[in-house]
């Protein structure tokens, strides 16, 4: 065995944190997008959880709801017999997950948007928690209301660490916005009986959570509540993982279940087959992986652990490299809503979770805690602005679990999901994109995203505000102002895009060649900066053809398009013909188009193309000669603004002519 636990707490040697919420405001683009959750989003999820009767099963004042959505296969009868070793899972378990990603977005959105009815209805949901908490500290409403008696029966299968995680996660964001520390309190009182049940010490379960979330959660509360016990916790969450003997077979044991009946075969499933630091490959529940990994990153930075951070870099080599959908789309198979092989990328069957693109968000902007590099921060980019974001509609009202990469026009938006993790995981990313945006370090800050917003930050400790003036993603020109209250030297460190091979800098109007600064895809400019100072960075935003690997049979001779950060797709309704009968020249010249009337404003391409022509086919099937072929021209849109408008054929990966 190589793995060991943690080395000792060292110094992090240079740590970025991301801003606070309240410290970024964001316009353009996604000043839009977060207004739309600030005054739609947030307000729906509230009113979708009540629906699906999930405030039934936490308000201790009324009878509980029971069971709502069936045990999977097999029964609950089944799941009661003797031996029994299936599926013990309803995605009802998990409603204290949705309640705290609500709270979450309703947090962040406050910040936003004043909505006093909003936060009442949220300040309810908290008393009714506080009021369900148990004497010993322990909190959840599904063991608590509908299978009393089992709590710490199955960490394996039943999300009880996971709900906790989100909890927190809530928590965290309601005191930061509202003040208000109720579910705080409530919190780390849980999370204290947590540390008494789990953990390294004698007479405590050795145990962790099937669905990880609670460690990189647990590092959220440690920062807010500086107590170093929650991140002590974290990091043994995460050392503990897929040691031997495996806790998830003491446990199924424990409850008189065969643990190699388990119902995913293999603990790949959920990234519990080796311990953390011997993992080379992305393996198993695609959202699983990305909290987890999220969760290594942040430990990683915490304790200046290498041995995280090099295994943290072949896993993401292994994803990048071999299972990445050119969208920052994840996890192929909606049977294990995950991985499966190299090179597996199936188009139109795509799972692609909305969650396992927010998951990557997650991972890469905290792989940014270590040091500003574009290797992260390319395809944080890339997720945000495409699988991400493509699973909420313009509007801000409906939802995609889903985001293939093809649809015959049968894949539509729907407003809610007997499992409903994409709707507020969407939500509360989008809400808090601000944190996205910056890295502040002891003498650095870095710029990570690009778009019109206004950072405020202390530095030296002196107070700096930095303004981004920008159009971007539709115009690759970016001012930035510095204003820091008195001079200060620092290192700014400004992302260079890999697609941007021409940018060009300039610091108070003088060019600095991007070649002698740039390390790791960033330049670094340092100087004692004084107000007035401007930097202006313009990124050429080339379109461009992209291919992929050979090994990706489900892309063999086709192209996809991008414009800058935003890959692109045609949707039936911009398009004559259908969409599978087009191939596109590799000679055609492809033409950007700004439409302010469309989409909410987006810039378009288009191009001549080829299309088959249905011309002599009436009377068969098959026949020697081709298809005649005529023109046609090609628009396409913004992946992310697809299945906004009238339902249609939709794809990614055109011919490639
Ligand atoms: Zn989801």
Redesign the pocket.
């Known amino acids: 065995m190589t793995a060991s636990p943690s080395a000792k707490p060292a110094k992090p040697k240079l740590a970025f944190r991301p801003l606070p919420v309240p410290q970024v405001d964001v316009h353009g683009f996604w000043g839009d997008r977060v207004d739309a959750v600030a005054a739609r989003t947030a307000d729906i999820l509230y009113e979708r959880c009540v629906e699906a009767r999930m405030l039934e099963q936490i308000d201790p004042d009324r009878p509980a709801p029971g069971v709502v959505i069936p045990f999977h296969s097999p029964s609950p009868d089944e799941a009661a017999s003797v031996g029994f070793t299936g599926s013990t899972v309803t995605t009802q378990m998990f409603w204290d997950s949705d309640w705290g990603k609500t709270i979450e977005t309703a947090a962040y959105s406050l910040y936003r948007r004043k909505n006093p009815a909003l936060e009442k209805r949220i300040d309810a949901v908290i008393d009714m928690y506080e009021k369900l908490q148990q004497e010993d500290g322990y909190l959840s409403s599904w063991y608590q209301r509908i299978q009393p008696g089992l709590r710490w029966t199955n960490l394996r299968d039943c999300h009880e660490l996971y709900c906790a995680g989100h909890l927190i996660e809530g928590a965290v964001a309601y005191y930061q916005a509202t003040g208000k520390r109720k579910l705080l309190d409530v919190m780390c009182r849980y999370v204290d009986h947590i540390a008494s049940v789990l953990g390294p010490e004698p007479g405590k379960k050795k145990g962790y959570c099937g669905h990880e979330e609670i460690e990189l959660a647990l590092v959220k509360l440690s920062r807010v509540t500086g107590e170093r016990k929650y991140m002590e916790l974290a990091r043994y969450f995460i050392d503990q993982r897929g040691l031997e003997p495996h806790f998830f077979d003491e446990e199924a044991r424990a409850r008189g279940a065969d643990p190699k009946a388990y119902h995913f075969k293999t603990y790949e499933y959920n990234q519990s087959h080796k311990p953390v630091r011997e993992q080379d490959k992305v393996v198993g529940h695609a ?1 699983r992986a990305m909290y987890l990994y999220s969760g290594m990153a942040d430990i990683a930075t915490e304790y200046g652990d290498d041995s995280l951070r090099v295994a943290l870099d072949r896993l993401w080599d292994d994803l990048t490299s071999k299972s990445l959908y050119i969208t920052g789309g994840l996890g192929p198979s909606a049977h294990n809503e995950g991985f499966t092989s190299d090179y597996d990328l199936p188009n139109e069957t795509a799972y692609a ?4 693109s ?1 998951g990557l968000v997650f991972w890469a902007s905290r792989m940014l805690g270590m040091g500003p590099n574009a290797r992260y921060a390319d395809l944080m980019e890339r997720a945000l602005y495409n699988g991400s974001i493509s ?1 909420l509609s313009l509007d801000g009202s409906l939802f995609f ?1 889903e985001n293939p990469l093809e649809s015959r026009g049968k894949h539509n938006r729907w407003k809610w999901h007997r ?5 507020p ?1 969407i939500g509360r990313m989008v809400a808090s994109i601000g944190s996205y945006f910056y890295g502040v370090a002891e003498d650095a800050f870095a710029v990570h995203l690009y778009g019109d917003s206004t950072a405020r930050f202390d530095i030296g400790g002196v107070a700096v505000s930095l303004t981004q003036a920008s159009n971007y993603p539709w115009d690759g020109a970016v001012e930035i102002a510095v204003e820091p209250q008195a001079p200060v030297a620092f290192t700014l460190h400004l992302r260079i895009p890999a697609w941007s091979a021409g940018a060009a800098l300039e610091v108070n109007g003088e060019t600095v060649k991007l070649a002698d600064v740039t390390s790791d895809g960033y330049a670094a400019i340092r100087r004692t900066w004084k107000k007035g100072d401007q930097v202006r960075l313009d990124l050429d935003m080339p379109i461009e053809r992209l291919y992929a690997n050979p090994q990706v049979r489900q892309d063999a001779g086709r192209v996809a398009l991008s414009r800058g950060p935003l890959i692109y797709c045609v949707e039936a309704t911009d398009n004559d013909s259908q969409l599978h009968r087009v191939s596109l020249p590799r000679t055609a010249g492809v033409e950007a188009q700004h439409r302010p009337e469309l989409l909410g404003g987006v810039v378009t391409l288009s191009a001549l193309a080829q299309a088959d022509a249905a011309d002599g086919w009436q009377n068969g099937l098959y026949r020697p000669e081709p298809p005649a072929t005529s023109q046609t021209r090609l628009t396409a849109i913004p992946y992310f603004a697809w299945d906004n408008r009238e339902p249609g054929e939709m794809l990614v990966w055109l011919r490639d002519g």
Do not use: I
């Not at 979770?353 to 396992?356: D, F, N």
């Not at 499992?419 to 709707?423: A, D, E, K, Q, V």
């Open positions: 959202v979770e909305t969650c396992a927010v699973g679990y499992c409903p993790c994409c709707p995981n």
